[in-house]
Structures are given as structure tokens and as C-alpha cells.
């Protein structure tokens, strides 16, 4: 025995109920496909290998879980129980195994190991996960005899009426010896002419043979629900985001409208940051302390600093140090990486920017493909011209440089410390350190030239309309 236990989790149903080109187990729920959700509370609960089955997309499924998990194919759609038959080899080495559905998001590994623990106690065959439903409707009951023990469990199409009325379901989860979990599999029949075989079939085998099987009820039956359409995956979307928005609020965050703030599951906040409303924090971003996000800031694949400010803007996988403020209304894009101190202001674009420590883009300004060095000033209207249709080309201002408005940077362009450009200036050498860089046309008055303008104008238009 290599292990005392190990999890199988099956994940190569069609999901057709779905009605999408993607495999269903990996329609993400909180910014994590529904799988990997299941995956994590197998881990959490101790397995010692998890075992993920798949068919439809398994590539894809492969692709997501990388090595993290052993696979096992089953290439055809046979059935539950066939599906359980082609991870044999892989949990040879376990005790027990704990079988879980890839379509559970809303599954925690305190749940999990309650059961394992339970049946670890029992010393059944099987336990079973089952939940009491006032509606049960659409599951599989659990049937027991007069002494309560389980039978088996009957689908509700075949279930006759006093059968129906049972609320105890089956959630199709349970821990198995291995040994006799396998030695039922062997022994299953096709269930229907498709040849399908199934799980649930093992109950009875197991019974028949004087074995024990225990369940284990679920406290919220919700935790168990599977994911069958898009009307399940929003209510499970929105179960997981309230869990998310109270686990953070119990480690010291504070959400001022907790159900405007979005979320995702794999994201870590800092204490004292507040979220202000229709705020999005996602894809693994991580927040600083004492932070302020929002209203309407939408940060995502980022880390921010200690105490960042962010308001109406986007920020995307960058990074901000202590004290940056961004907004109203900038946008972040990849590659961003800001010093402590920076200021953003309003209207402004970065891509792909080094900025450092103190330097300010307060207005209206596009900053691509650039390095900007410590205490800089970019005037409001300012754009590095990174792109000449083939290539991104590079922009570097030294530190303490100071940018005039309406300045035109175009790379590849070096503006030396301390230098200054004249607003309006389009600047196509390097400007060398301390310098003044002016480059534009030489202003010329005309003297009289806007009343004999108006006088001409009046002379054509006859009354001077306009």
C-alpha cells in the first residue's frame, strides 16, 4: 500500500445540457474551471494521488491540470461505473478511494474529510455522500431496509411511488475499499442498450455480498449540487463569490458593498484594503495592505503594493508599488511595472512600462514600450510613438526629466536626466542630459490678419452668417 487513500474524479462526460463547444467540467466558477475546483478539496482532504478520468476534451483537461494529477482515459461513454474501471491501475496502491464528480465546484475539503473519516470509523465497504433534499427531484434515492441499513439506490425512473417520496438522494460521491469497489465493477451488467454501466449498481452488489455501505449526509446540499446547465453554473457562481467575499471579510477586508465586488477564488487581498462597489479583483491578482480599490476599478493577473490607490481604471497583469495611485478612468495594460510613489492620473494608457519612483502621468497621455525613470513629470497629452507598422520600438527618459505637454516621443528615442521638452515639441533624436529640446515650428504673428479675415469672410456670406 502506497497510500491509504486516493481520489478518482471523473471528468469525461459531453455535459450536452451545457450546449457549448467547451467541455463542461472546464466552465470556470469563481476564475477556476469547475475541475480544478474538485481537485483542490481532494487535496485538501488528504489524497495522496488524484486521479482524474477524462474523454471529451481531455486534452484540454490535461492541459489545465498539467502534472499536478494522474489520467485515465476512457474513450468511449460507457457508463459511471466503466469510468470508475479505468483508474483501477492507478490507485492500485490505496486502501480506499474516494470518488468525486469534476462538475462539483461548490465541494470543500472539510466536507470530504468528515466522509473519509466516517468511513475510516464504519469500516464499510462504501460510504456514501447523500444529501436530504425537500425537493428531490432529478436524483437517485438512497433505499434502506426496516433495519436502515442502505439496499441500494434507485434511479427515480424506475423508482416506484413510496420509493419517490424518499428526500435522502444520492449525490453520486462516496468512499470505497478498493478491493471490493473493483471486485463489483468487474461484476456490473449493462444498465441500458447502450451498453452503459453504473456506479450507483455497486450499492446493491455490495449489499448482496453482506457488505456494509454508511453515508454520510451533506449540511448543505448545496455543496454537492452538480452542474448539469447554465442556470446550476450561476448558481454556483454566485454561491462560491459569497463564500469569497466572506472569507476576506473575515481576514480584515472590507467590502463596501460586498454584492458588487467580484471576486475570484485564486486572488489574495491584504488586511485593511478596502473594495469599494463594482470592483472586480481577478485571475490571481494579489492586493497589498491598506489598499483602495475602486469604485469601478477592474484589476486583474496584477500584484499591487502596500497602500495602492485604484478608481475607475484597469489595470492588467502588472505591477504597482507602496503607494501608487491610478485613476480616474487609466488603463494598465501587460507589462506594466510601477515604482513606489507613481501617480497615474485621469485618461491616461500604459503598456509594457517601467515607471520609477515619484514620477507622475497625470493627463491624457499614451505610454508604450517605455522607461521612466525616477521623479519624472509627463505632461498631459504626451504619446511615445512605439510603432512604425512592423516593430514596437523603445523610449527611455532619464531620471528628473520633465515632459511639456502635447510632446511627442518618437522611438527608439533616449531623453537624458534632467532634460527638459518644450510642450508641442515632436522629438526624433536623443535629447541629451540637462538639455532643452524644442522641436517645432518657430510661432509667427500677423499683425491685423483676423479682422480683414472676418471682413472677406462677411463678403462672401453676405449677411455674415455662418
Given at each position: 500500500?502506497?497510500?491509504?487513500?486516493?481520489?478518482?474524479?471523473?471528468?469525461?462526460?459531453?455535459?450536452?445540457?451545457?450546449r457549448?463547444?467547451?467541455?463542461k467540467?472546464?466552465?470556470?466558477?469563481?476564475?477556476?474551471?469547475?475541475?480544478?475546483?474538485?481537485?483542490?478539496?481532494?487535496?485538501?482532504?488528504?489524497?495522496?494521488?488524484?486521479v482524474?478520468?477524462v474523454?471529451?476534451?481531455?486534452?484540454?483537461?490535461?492541459?489545465?491540470?498539467?502534472e499536478?494529477v494522474?489520467?485515465?482515459?476512457?474513450?468511449?461513454?460507457?457508463?459511471?461505473?466503466?469510468?470508475?474501471?479505468?483508474?483501477?491501475?492507478?490507485?492500485?496502491?490505496?486502501?480506499?478511494?474516494?470518488?468525486?464528480?469534476?462538475?462539483?465546484?461548490?465541494?470543500?475539503?472539510?466536507?470530504?474529510?468528515?466522509?473519509?473519516?466516517?468511513?475510516?470509523?464504519?469500516g464499510a465497504a462504501?460510504?456514501?455522500?447523500?444529501?436530504?433534499?425537500?425537493?428531490?427531484?432529478?436524483?437517485?434515492?438512497?433505499?434502506?431496509?426496516?433495519a436502515?441499513?442502505?439496499?441500494?439506490?434507485v434511479?427515480?425512473?424506475d423508482?416506484?411511488?413510496?420509493?419517490?417520496a424518499?428526500?435522502?438522494?444520492?449525490?453520486?460521491m462516496?468512499?470505497?475499499?478498493?478491493?471490493?469497489?473493483?471486485?463489483?465493477?468487474?461484476?456490473?451488467?449493462?444498465?441500458?442498450?447502450?451498453?452503459?454501466?453504473y456506479?450507483?449498481?455497486v450499492?446493491?452488489?455490495?449489499?448482496?455480498?453482506?457488505?456494509a455501505?454508511?453515508t454520510?449526509t451533506?449540511?448543505?446540499?448545496?455543496?454537492?449540487?452538480?452542474v448539469?446547465?447554465?442556470?446550476?453554473?450561476?448558481?454556483?457562481?454566485?454561491?462560491?463569490?459569497?463564500?469569497?467575499r466572506?472569507?476576506?471579510?473575515?481576514?480584515?477586508?472590507?467590502?463596501?458593498d460586498?454584492?458588487s465586488?467580484?471576486?475570484?477564488d485564486?486572488?489574495?487581498?491584504?488586511?485593511?484594503?478596502?473594495?469599494?462597489?463594482?470592483?472586480?479583483?481577478?485571475?490571481?491578482s494579489?492586493i497589498?495592505?491598506?489598499?483602495?480599490?475602486?469604485?469601478?476599478?477592474?484589476?486583474?493577473?496584477?500584484?499591487?503594493?502596500?497602500?495602492?490607490q485604484?478608481?475607475?481604471?484597469?489595470?492588467?497583469d502588472?505591477?504597482?508599488?507602496?503607494g501608487?495611485?491610478?485613476?480616474?478612468?487609466?488603463?494598465?495594460?501587460?507589462?506594466c511595472?510601477?515604482?513606489?510613489?507613481?501617480?497615474?492620473?485621469?485618461?491616461?494608457?500604459?503598456?509594457?512600462?517601467?515607471?520609477g519612483?515619484?514620477?507622475?502621468?497625470?493627463?491624457?497621455?499614451?505610454?508604450?514600450?517605455?522607461?521612466v525613470?525616477?521623479?519624472?513629470?509627463?505632461?498631459?497629452?504626451?504619446?511615445t510613438?512605439?510603432y512604425?507598422?512592423?516593430?514596437k520600438?523603445?523610449?527611455?527618459?532619464?531620471?528628473e526629466?520633465?515632459?511639456?505637454?502635447?510632446?511627442?516621443?518618437?522611438?527608439?528615442?533616449?531623453?537624458?536626466?534632467?532634460?527638459?521638452?518644450?510642450?508641442?515639441s515632436t522629438?526624433?533624436?536623443d535629447?541629451?542630459?540637462?538639455?532643452?529640446?524644442?522641436?517645432?515650428?518657430?510661432?509667427?504673428?500677423?499683425?491685423?490678419?483676423?479682422?480683414?479675415?472676418?471682413?472677406?469672410?462677411?463678403?462672401?456670406?453676405?449677411?455674415?452668417?455662418?
Open positions: 500500500m502506497d497510500h491509504p487513500l486516493h481520489a478518482v474524479i471523473l471528468a469525461a462526460g459531453l455535459g450536452k445540457r451545457m457549448s463547444n467547451r467541455a467540467v472546464l466552465h470556470p466558477v469563481a476564475g477556476r474551471p469547475m475541475v480544478e475546483h474538485v481537485v483542490r478539496a481532494a487535496e485538501g482532504a488528504g489524497a495522496g494521488r488524484v482524474v478520468v474523454g471529451h476534451q481531455g486534452e484540454q483537461v490535461q492541459a489545465l491540470l498539467g499536478r494522474v489520467y485515465a482515459w476512457q474513450h468511449q461513454p460507457l457508463g459511471t461505473g466503466h469510468a470508475v474501471l479505468q483508474a483501477e491501475a492507478a490507485v492500485a496502491g490505496a486502501q480506499d478511494v474516494l470518488v468525486l464528480y469534476g462538475d462539483t465546484p461548490l465541494l470543500e475539503a472539510d466536507l470530504l474529510r468528515q466522509l473519509i473519516d466516517a468511513h475510516r470509523r464504519s462504501a460510504t456514501l455522500l447523500t444529501a436530504q433534499l425537500d425537493d428531490p427531484t432529478g436524483y437517485g434515492r438512497i433505499v434502506r431496509d426496516e436502515g441499513r442502505v439496499v441500494r439506490i434511479e427515480e425512473a423508482a416506484t411511488p413510496a420509493q419517490g424518499i428526500r435522502e438522494v444520492n449525490t453520486g462516496a468512499c470505497f475499499r478498493r478491493e471490493p469497489l473493483f471486485d463489483a465493477l468487474r461484476r456490473l451488467t449493462p444498465a441500458n442498450a447502450q451498453g452503459e454501466y456506479l450507483v449498481d450499492v446493491a452488489l455490495l449489499h448482496q455480498q453482506g457488505l455501505v454508511h454520510v451533506a449540511p448543505d446540499p448545496r455543496q454537492v449540487e452538480g448539469n446547465d447554465r442556470e446550476a453554473l450561476a448558481r454556483a457562481e454566485a454561491i462560491l463569490r459569497d463564500r469569497i466572506r472569507r476576506w471579510m473575515a481576514a480584515g477586508v472590507t467590502l463596501i460586498p454584492a465586488a467580484w471576486i475570484d485564486d486572488v489574495e487581498i491584504g488586511r485593511d484594503t478596502v473594495i469599494f462597489p463594482n470592483t472586480v479583483v481577478a485571475a490571481g494579489r497589498g495592505e491598506g489598499c483602495r480599490l475602486g469604485p469601478g476599478a477592474h484589476i486583474t493577473g496584477s500584484v499591487l503594493g502596500n497602500q495602492v485604484v478608481w475607475y481604471s484597469v489595470v492588467e502588472s505591477q504597482l508599488g507602496d501608487c495611485r491610478v485613476g480616474p478612468f487609466s488603463h494598465l495594460r501587460p507589462g511595472r510601477l515604482a513606489p510613489g507613481v501617480h497615474i492620473g485621469n485618461f491616461a494608457e500604459l503598456k509594457n512600462a517601467e515607471v519612483p515619484g514620477s507622475k502621468v497625470n493627463h491624457h497621455s499614451y505610454l508604450g514600450d517605455a522607461q525613470g525616477a521623479g519624472v513629470n509627463i505632461g498631459a497629452g504626451t504619446v510613438v512605439n512604425d507598422g512592423f516593430r520600438h523603445r523610449t527611455i527618459i532619464e531620471d526629466a520633465f515632459i511639456g505637454c502635447n510632446a511627442n516621443l518618437v522611438a527608439p528615442v533616449r531623453v537624458g536626466q534632467g532634460a527638459y521638452v518644450a510642450a508641442g522629438v526624433n533624436q535629447v541629451p542630459p540637462g538639455a532643452l529640446a524644442i522641436a517645432r515650428e518657430r510661432q509667427v504673428n500677423k499683425e491685423g490678419w483676423a479682422a480683414r479675415w472676418r471682413q472677406r469672410a462677411r463678403g462672401r456670406n453676405g449677411d455674415g452668417v455662418r
